[in-house]
């Protein structure tokens, strides 16, 4: 690798490791990328999140070089790539269909890379067995890959993309294909092995939970735009938008008007009475007040700075550690989701009118769709 000495900035934090900036993607007629920028520091793992069609694997095969931008640009390591080719980025990719070469043996695989880089036999040699060895696989390396089994083949896909030490490494779903233990499993140990190898990687996913294990930080896609980019914890506790409230973790979600400001408080009027909230709107404002369901209890402790609601109990779903209660308002139609760790003594009888309160910090305002406004 040439690596460029670079000057100590005058001020502020130094570049980012990988930078896209204002990226914009169109086929045809059809934008998929809107002015996208995106930061990821050295060492880091950042997740792309967001539902099918948001431009997810369309961002990476960009970062990757497999396709061109129609403006924008990408630089990694303080190297402008917006114009290198493909093989010539040093980025690793591992795609859902492991693309492995079924003809070749799992160490032939694996050393493809190393092998168009022209080593040496013996470095080819050592560094297959040391991949190998991380991805737990090294019994294997004589076996033909089609023998192998999809978990298997893909730590082999992982292998394959971390033996030529890439820049960036880039992972589009590559679980997806695993049943759900094995998929758990595979998630902790890339983890533990990208941490080890210090490798800045950037993991496609539509599945929250893969995010929100995974990740240093989470990118929240919607329609060609990161919406939010955060650690788990902040997407989930200050999601930017209602977008991304909904798309990661359960939640509540009340219409309302605001109906005062002051102090950094609302009151949102809404069909369960008022609520306050730490926001700021102007009064008059449409908006969608929003509660995660473990930050709700139930029963009468209304006291001071809290928010409640009457609503009648649908059901009871018992997830093991935790149980979810569902409840309707009795003239809006609402649905309420909240999570209780216990169910009181003699249990919650469905149809049963209950007090549900939560702390007035704990709730959260979005302006209102602008289709759910009129
Ligand atoms: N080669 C292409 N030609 C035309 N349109 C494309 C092409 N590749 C992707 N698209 C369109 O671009 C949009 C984004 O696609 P992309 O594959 O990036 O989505 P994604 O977020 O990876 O979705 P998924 O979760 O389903 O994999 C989609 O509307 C898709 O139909
Ligand atoms: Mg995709």
Known sequence: MTSVARPA????????????????????SATVLHDLNLTVE??????????????????????????????????????????????????????????????????ENVAFGLTNQRRSRDEIKRRVGEALQLVRMAPFADR??????????????????????????????PFSALDRKLRETMQIELRHILRDLGITSIFVTHDQDEALVMSDRIAV???????????????????????????????????????????????????????????????????????????????????????????????????????QLHLRGERSGDLIQAEIARLPPGGLPSGSELALTWRVEDTMVFPAPASAAS
């Open 9 to 28: 900035p005058a001020s502020g934090r130094p570049p980012a490791y990988l930078q896209v900036a204002q990226l914009t993607k169109r086929f045809g």
């Open 42 to 107: 050295k060492g880091e793992f950042v997740s792309l999140l967001g539902p099918s069609g948001c431009g997810k694997t369309t961002l990476l095969r960009l970062i990757a070089g497999l396709m061109r931008p129609e403006t924008g640009r990408i630089v990694i390591a303080d190297r402008e790539l917006t114009r290198v080719p493909a093989h010539k980025r040093q980025v690793g990719v591992v795609f859902q269909n492991y693309a492995l070469f079924p003809h070749l043996t799992v160490a």
């Open 144 to 173: 033909s890959v089609s023998a192998l089994s999809g978990g298997q083949q893909q730590r082999i896909a992982v292998a394959r993309a971390i033996v030529v030490e890439p820049a960036i490494l880039l992972l589009d779903e």
């Open 221 to 323: 896609m919607n329609e060609g735009q990161i919406e939010h980019l955060g650690t788990p914890a902040d997407i989930y506790t200050s999601p930017k938008s209602l977008f991304v409230l909904e798309f990661v973790g359960l939640s509540t979600r009340l219409g309302g008007t605001v109906v005062s400001s002051h102090g950094g408080e609302v009151e949102v009027e809404t069909a369960f009475g008022r609520m306050r909230a730490p926001a700021q709107f102007r009064p008059g404002s449409p908006v969608v007040v929003a509660v995660r369901p473990e930050a709700i209890s139930i029963g009468e402790s209304e006291g001071d700075g809290r928010n409640v609601v009457r609503a009648r109990l649908t059901d009871v779903v018992y997830l093991g550690a935790k149980t």
